[in-house]
């Protein structure tokens, strides 16, 4: 059950990570707004699921499926990698450095902020 679970929690990641770029693409510019919001977003969600599943209020089941599944899905530390890399190639210095130390910054006050939530 929990490969099924994982496998649909991803697919819907992707298909919103989708979402996302589609719908920040007309203010894209070369700072990539799509993915910092969308790990952004998957840091938020983390977090939340972590603390909730510290307290012992989250089954198996929707830890594979958000934590693992949509969130594993969603976040996408790869197009991140990618993107600094070219904006790197590209000459774009300071937007790489922005983009590595905000995504850095704002993912751990993501994670800190989903946690505090979720300890209501």
């Known amino acids: 059950m929990a490969y099924v679970l994982v496998f649909l929690g991803g697919g819907l990641g992707s298909l919103a990570r989708y979402g996302v770029a589609r719908l920040i693409a007309p203010i894209q510019g070369h700072f990539p707004y799509a993915t910092l919001t969308a790990n952004l977003i998957s840091c938020l969600v983390l977090g939340f699921m972590l603390q909730q599943s510290l307290r012992g209020q989250v089954s198996d089941a929707w830890k594979w499926l958000l934590m693992t ?35 850095l910054l704002l993912g751990l006050i993501c994670i800190y902020l989903g946690m505090r939530l979720g300890a209501g």
């Open 69 to 103: 599944g949509f969130c594993g899905g969603f976040s996408t530390f790869s197009t991140f990698s990618g993107e600094t890399l070219s904006l790197l190639q590209h000459g774009h210095y300071g937007t790489a450095l922005m983009n590595m130390g905000g995504s």
